[in-house]
T-cell receptor
Protein backbone atom coordinates (compact mmCIF):
# COMPACT_ATOMS: atom_id res chain seq x y z
CA UNK A 1 0.00 0.00 0.00
CA UNK A 2 1.23 3.47 -0.85
CA UNK A 3 -0.77 5.41 1.70
CA UNK A 4 -3.43 6.63 -0.70
CA UNK A 5 -6.86 5.04 -0.36
CA UNK A 6 -9.95 5.43 -2.51
CA UNK A 7 -13.55 4.51 -1.88
CA UNK A 8 -15.59 2.97 -3.28
CA UNK A 9 -13.47 0.65 -5.39
CA UNK A 10 -16.37 0.00 -7.76
CA UNK A 11 -19.40 2.13 -8.53
CA UNK A 12 -22.30 1.63 -10.90
CA UNK A 13 -24.63 4.55 -11.37
CA UNK A 14 -27.38 5.72 -13.64
CA UNK A 15 -27.15 8.93 -15.59
CA UNK A 16 -29.51 10.72 -13.21
CA UNK A 17 -27.75 9.69 -10.01
CA UNK A 18 -25.51 11.77 -7.81
CA UNK A 19 -22.54 10.07 -6.22
CA UNK A 20 -19.15 10.98 -4.78
CA UNK A 21 -15.72 9.43 -4.97
CA UNK A 22 -13.44 9.77 -1.98
CA UNK A 23 -9.68 9.85 -1.75
CA UNK A 24 -7.63 9.96 1.41
CA UNK A 25 -3.88 10.18 1.79
CA UNK A 26 -1.98 9.33 4.94
CA UNK A 27 1.38 10.66 3.78
CA UNK A 28 1.24 14.26 4.94
CA UNK A 29 1.28 15.52 1.36
CA UNK A 30 0.14 18.95 0.28
CA UNK A 31 -0.85 18.28 -3.34
CA UNK A 32 -3.57 15.96 -4.62
CA UNK A 33 -4.71 14.99 -8.10
CA UNK A 34 -7.63 13.38 -9.91
CA UNK A 35 -6.96 11.41 -13.10
CA UNK A 36 -9.29 9.65 -15.51
CA UNK A 37 -8.01 6.41 -17.00
CA UNK A 38 -9.86 5.15 -20.07
CA UNK A 39 -8.93 2.14 -22.14
CA UNK A 40 -6.35 2.81 -24.85
CA UNK A 41 -5.91 6.43 -23.83
CA UNK A 42 -3.27 8.18 -21.74
CA UNK A 43 -4.17 9.06 -18.20
CA UNK A 44 -5.97 12.36 -18.28
CA UNK A 45 -5.24 14.83 -15.52
CA UNK A 46 -8.54 16.30 -14.38
CA UNK A 47 -7.88 18.43 -11.32
CA UNK A 48 -4.93 19.48 -9.19
CA UNK A 49 -5.13 20.78 -5.65
CA UNK A 50 -2.33 22.37 -3.67
CA UNK A 51 -2.89 23.20 -0.02
CA UNK A 52 -6.64 22.74 -0.55
CA UNK A 53 -6.81 25.22 -3.41
CA UNK A 54 -7.60 24.12 -6.94
CA UNK A 55 -4.71 25.09 -9.17
CA UNK A 56 -5.58 23.24 -12.33
CA UNK A 57 -8.81 22.29 -14.09
CA UNK A 58 -8.15 20.67 -17.45
CA UNK A 59 -11.36 21.51 -19.29
CA UNK A 60 -13.36 19.00 -17.30
CA UNK A 61 -17.17 19.09 -17.77
CA UNK A 62 -19.09 20.65 -14.91
CA UNK A 63 -20.80 17.35 -14.15
CA UNK A 64 -17.56 16.57 -12.32
CA UNK A 65 -17.12 18.71 -9.23
CA UNK A 66 -14.04 18.33 -7.01
CA UNK A 67 -13.80 19.24 -3.37
CA UNK A 68 -10.76 19.36 -1.10
CA UNK A 69 -11.85 20.11 2.48
CA UNK A 70 -8.35 19.56 3.88
CA UNK A 71 -4.99 18.42 2.66
CA UNK A 72 -5.71 14.76 3.43
CA UNK A 73 -9.03 14.39 1.65
CA UNK A 74 -10.17 14.86 -1.90
CA UNK A 75 -13.63 14.23 -3.30
CA UNK A 76 -15.04 14.03 -6.79
CA UNK A 77 -18.77 14.71 -6.88
CA UNK A 78 -20.59 13.23 -9.86
CA UNK A 79 -23.98 14.20 -11.26
CA UNK A 80 -25.81 13.58 -14.52
CA UNK A 81 -22.93 11.60 -15.96
CA UNK A 82 -22.80 10.11 -19.44
CA UNK A 83 -21.90 6.54 -20.41
CA UNK A 84 -18.60 7.81 -21.87
CA UNK A 85 -17.63 8.87 -18.36
CA UNK A 86 -17.22 5.21 -17.46
CA UNK A 87 -13.56 4.78 -16.56
CA UNK A 88 -11.10 4.16 -13.76
CA UNK A 89 -10.69 7.30 -11.66
CA UNK A 90 -7.33 7.56 -9.96
CA UNK A 91 -6.33 9.79 -7.11
CA UNK A 92 -2.72 10.68 -6.42
CA UNK A 93 -0.79 12.83 -4.00
CA UNK A 94 2.68 14.37 -3.77
CA UNK A 95 4.58 16.24 -1.09
CA UNK A 96 4.10 19.52 -2.91
CA UNK A 97 3.10 20.73 -6.35
CA UNK A 98 6.38 22.45 -7.12
CA UNK A 99 9.66 20.73 -6.54
CA UNK A 100 10.81 17.28 -7.49
CA UNK A 101 8.36 15.12 -5.62
CA UNK A 102 6.96 11.82 -6.73
CA UNK A 103 3.28 11.13 -7.07
CA UNK A 104 1.77 8.23 -5.15
CA UNK A 105 -1.38 6.69 -6.55
CA UNK A 106 -4.46 5.16 -5.02
CA UNK A 107 -6.05 1.94 -6.31
CA UNK A 108 -8.73 3.78 -8.22
CA UNK A 109 -12.51 3.67 -8.42
CA UNK A 110 -13.93 1.71 -11.35
CA UNK A 111 -16.96 3.74 -12.45
CA UNK A 112 -19.66 2.40 -14.75
CA UNK A 113 -22.38 4.75 -15.95
CA UNK A 114 -25.47 3.02 -17.30
CA UNK B 1 3.24 20.99 -24.16
CA UNK B 2 4.74 17.56 -23.79
CA UNK B 3 3.60 14.35 -25.40
CA UNK B 4 4.49 10.77 -24.58
CA UNK B 5 4.04 7.96 -27.09
CA UNK B 6 4.00 4.25 -26.40
CA UNK B 7 3.62 2.45 -29.70
CA UNK B 8 3.15 -1.07 -28.34
CA UNK B 9 -0.37 -1.61 -26.95
CA UNK B 10 0.47 -5.18 -25.92
CA UNK B 11 3.56 -7.31 -25.45
CA UNK B 12 4.05 -10.92 -24.49
CA UNK B 13 7.08 -12.62 -23.05
CA UNK B 14 7.83 -15.95 -21.47
CA UNK B 15 9.06 -16.32 -17.95
CA UNK B 16 12.81 -15.78 -17.54
CA UNK B 17 13.14 -14.01 -20.88
CA UNK B 18 13.97 -10.36 -21.50
CA UNK B 19 11.53 -7.84 -22.94
CA UNK B 20 11.89 -4.19 -23.95
CA UNK B 21 9.06 -1.68 -23.87
CA UNK B 22 9.36 1.42 -26.04
CA UNK B 23 8.58 5.03 -25.25
CA UNK B 24 9.24 8.24 -27.12
CA UNK B 25 8.43 11.74 -26.02
CA UNK B 26 8.44 15.27 -27.29
CA UNK B 27 9.35 18.33 -25.27
CA UNK B 28 11.12 21.64 -25.57
CA UNK B 29 12.38 21.37 -22.01
CA UNK B 30 16.05 20.63 -21.41
CA UNK B 31 15.75 19.39 -17.85
CA UNK B 32 13.11 16.89 -16.91
CA UNK B 33 12.41 13.45 -15.48
CA UNK B 34 11.14 10.33 -17.14
CA UNK B 35 9.39 7.48 -15.38
CA UNK B 36 8.06 4.02 -15.89
CA UNK B 37 5.04 3.12 -13.80
CA UNK B 38 3.58 -0.37 -13.36
CA UNK B 39 -0.14 -0.98 -12.84
CA UNK B 40 -0.89 -4.65 -12.07
CA UNK B 41 -4.46 -5.83 -12.70
CA UNK B 42 -6.79 -4.32 -10.09
CA UNK B 43 -3.87 -2.95 -8.09
CA UNK B 44 -2.25 0.38 -7.49
CA UNK B 45 0.08 2.08 -9.90
CA UNK B 46 3.61 2.05 -8.57
CA UNK B 47 6.82 3.67 -9.70
CA UNK B 48 9.27 1.24 -11.28
CA UNK B 49 12.15 3.45 -12.29
CA UNK B 50 13.02 7.08 -12.93
CA UNK B 51 15.62 8.85 -15.03
CA UNK B 52 16.89 12.39 -14.69
CA UNK B 53 17.49 13.92 -18.12
CA UNK B 54 20.70 15.59 -16.98
CA UNK B 55 22.25 12.23 -16.11
CA UNK B 56 23.90 10.35 -18.93
CA UNK B 57 24.01 7.09 -17.02
CA UNK B 58 21.00 4.88 -17.56
CA UNK B 59 18.99 4.10 -14.44
CA UNK B 60 18.81 0.55 -13.12
CA UNK B 61 16.62 -1.03 -10.47
CA UNK B 62 17.31 -4.73 -10.02
CA UNK B 63 15.84 -6.46 -13.11
CA UNK B 64 14.60 -3.19 -14.58
CA UNK B 65 16.81 -0.88 -16.61
CA UNK B 66 16.27 1.90 -19.10
CA UNK B 67 17.89 2.96 -22.33
CA UNK B 68 17.68 6.74 -22.33
CA UNK B 69 18.58 8.46 -25.58
CA UNK B 70 18.08 12.16 -24.98
CA UNK B 71 18.84 13.35 -28.50
CA UNK B 72 16.40 10.83 -29.94
CA UNK B 73 13.89 11.50 -27.14
CA UNK B 74 13.63 7.81 -26.51
CA UNK B 75 13.20 6.07 -23.17
CA UNK B 76 12.79 2.30 -23.30
CA UNK B 77 12.38 -0.10 -20.39
CA UNK B 78 14.13 -3.44 -20.32
CA UNK B 79 12.88 -6.16 -18.01
CA UNK B 80 15.32 -9.01 -17.52
CA UNK B 81 14.46 -12.46 -16.21
CA UNK B 82 10.74 -11.75 -16.54
CA UNK B 83 8.51 -13.06 -13.78
CA UNK B 84 4.79 -13.81 -13.70
CA UNK B 85 4.35 -10.92 -11.29
CA UNK B 86 5.61 -8.55 -13.96
CA UNK B 87 2.29 -8.95 -15.78
CA UNK B 88 0.84 -5.44 -15.71
CA UNK B 89 0.15 -2.30 -17.67
CA UNK B 90 3.29 -0.21 -17.98
CA UNK B 91 3.08 3.54 -18.40
CA UNK B 92 5.84 5.87 -19.51
CA UNK B 93 5.57 9.36 -18.03
CA UNK B 94 7.26 12.74 -18.28
CA UNK B 95 7.66 15.46 -15.69
CA UNK B 96 9.37 18.82 -16.13
CA UNK B 97 11.97 19.80 -13.57
CA UNK B 98 10.55 21.54 -10.55
CA UNK B 99 6.93 20.65 -11.11
CA UNK B 100 5.01 17.56 -10.04
CA UNK B 101 2.48 17.22 -12.87
CA UNK B 102 2.95 14.11 -15.00
CA UNK B 103 2.20 13.49 -18.67
CA UNK B 104 1.53 9.83 -19.43
CA UNK B 105 1.60 7.62 -22.49
CA UNK B 106 -1.26 5.25 -23.39
CA UNK B 107 0.46 2.31 -21.75
CA UNK B 108 1.70 -1.11 -22.81
CA UNK B 109 0.04 -4.24 -21.48
CA UNK B 110 2.73 -6.81 -20.72
CA UNK B 111 1.74 -10.43 -20.29
CA UNK B 112 4.30 -12.82 -18.85
CA UNK B 113 3.46 -16.45 -19.47
CA UNK B 114 4.89 -19.62 -17.91
Amino acid sequence: ETGVTQTPRHLVMGMTNKKSLKCEQHLGHNAMYWYKQSAKKPLELMFVYSLEERVENNSVPSRFSPECPNSSHLFLHLHTLQPEDSALYLCASSQDLTGDYEQFFGPGTRLTVL
Amino acid sequence: AQTVTQSQPEMSVQEAETVTLSCTYDTSENNYYLFWYKQPPSRQMILVIRQEAYKQQNATENRFSVNFQKAAKSFSLKISDSQLGDTAMYFCAFRPLGYSTLTFGKGTMLLVSP
